[in-house]
């Protein structure tokens, strides 16, 4: 990756969500080869995979994702579970994430209890649970009206200043402005791939011979 704020761009239906759970490891590419740090995937074990998953990425689902009939701090608690953080440090993170997205007034709350702004923020916390250094959301402004919606931007932005790699994943043109890089995907394929800001493009970069060379390194 060259740039650790990446935003994937593309209509509904045009491999997006496919893109994330390659990119998180959440599925094998049926062709091609997905290095992850320097790691070819396809070979791994799944109990590997999910242990790699769980220890470095963190996930935000476009539908949230939380467990039902579950208070927002067992669901932060869930992937510290996985990872087997002893249960009081594990309670104690889960808190900390919960107060950091504003959620400190509603640890025993149940998703259903919540609303779709204050889900998303439980979900984000969540996703942080174990210090991923990189965060995959699909659509994670989706749901929510605009003003909530620029609170968690602002979370993402936030996290992204203390050094996490970000991947977003929207159908939302000005949302994709504000990040680094941003690649756009159609039926499938990358059609362009650029800056967010200067606007540099990086097409050439794919086009270019060196590209198919660097990438078998
Ligand atoms: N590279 C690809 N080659 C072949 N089929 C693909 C590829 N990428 C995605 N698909 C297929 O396209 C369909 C839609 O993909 P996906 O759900 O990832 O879209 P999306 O962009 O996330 O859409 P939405 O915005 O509605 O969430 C799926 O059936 C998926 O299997
Ligand atoms: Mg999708």
Same mark, same amino acid.
């Given at each position: 990756m060259f740039d650790d704020y990446w935003h994937i761009y593309g209509?509904?239906?045009?491999?997006?969500?496919?893109?994330?759970?390659?990119?998180?490891?959440?599925?094998?590419?049926?062709?091609?080869?997905?290095?992850?740090?320097?790691?070819?995937?396809?070979?791994?074990?799944?109990?590997?995979?999910?242990? #790699?998953?769980?220890?470095?990425?963190?996930?935000?689902?476009?539908?949230?994702?939380?467990?039902?009939?579950?208070?927002?701090?067992?669901?932060?608690?869930?992937?510290?579970?996985?990872?087997?953080?002893p249960k009081k440090e594990r309670i104690s993170r889960a808190k900390e994430l919960l107060d950091m997205v504003e959620m400190s007034s509603r640890y025993d709350h149940n998703p259903n209890e919540l609303s779709g702004g204050q889900k998303q923020r439980v979900a984000i916390a969540r996703a942080m649970a174990n210090n991923p250094s990189?965060?995959?959301?699909?659509?994670?402004?989706?749901?929510?009206d605009s003003k909530?919606?620029?609170? #968690?931007?602002?979370?993402?932005?936030?996290?992204?200043s203390q050094g996490k790699t970000i991947v977003l994943i929207t159908h939302n043109p000005e949302l994709a402005k504000e990040t680094e890089r941003i690649v756009t995907i159609s039926d499938g394929n990358i059609i362009s791939d650029s800056r967010g800001s200067s606007g540099e493009d990086y097409s050439e970069i794919y086009n270019s011979e060196e590209w198919g060379e660097d990438n078998e390194n």
């Amino acid at each position: 990756m060259f740039d650790d704020y990446w935003h994937i761009y593309g209509e509904s239906g045009s491999g997006k969500s496919t893109l994330m759970n390659i990119i998180g490891a959440l599925d094998r590419p049926t062709e091609g080869e997905y290095y992850f740090n320097g790691v070819d995937i396809s070979k791994l074990s799944d109990k590997k995979l999910s242990k #790699i998953r769980n220890s470095t990425i963190g996930f935000v689902f476009q539908n949230f994702n939380l467990i039902p009939r579950t208070s927002a701090l067992k669901n932060v608690e869930l992937p510290m579970v996985y990872g087997k953080v002893p249960k009081k440090e594990r309670i104690s993170r889960a808190k900390e994430l919960l107060d950091m997205v504003e959620m400190s007034s509603r640890y025993d709350h149940n998703p259903n209890e919540l609303s779709g702004g204050q889900k998303q923020r439980v979900a984000i916390a969540r996703a942080m649970a174990n210090n991923p250094s990189i965060i995959l959301a699909d659509e994670p402004t989706g749901a929510l009206d605009s003003k909530t919606g620029r609170t #968690i931007m602002d979370l993402f932005h936030n996290l992204h200043s203390q050094g996490k790699t970000i991947v977003l994943i929207t159908h939302n043109p000005e949302l994709a402005k504000e990040t680094e890089r941003i690649v756009t995907i159609s039926d499938g394929n990358i059609i362009s791939d650029s800056r967010g800001s200067s606007g540099e493009d990086y097409s050439e970069i794919y086009n270019s011979e060196e590209w198919g060379e660097d990438n078998e390194n």
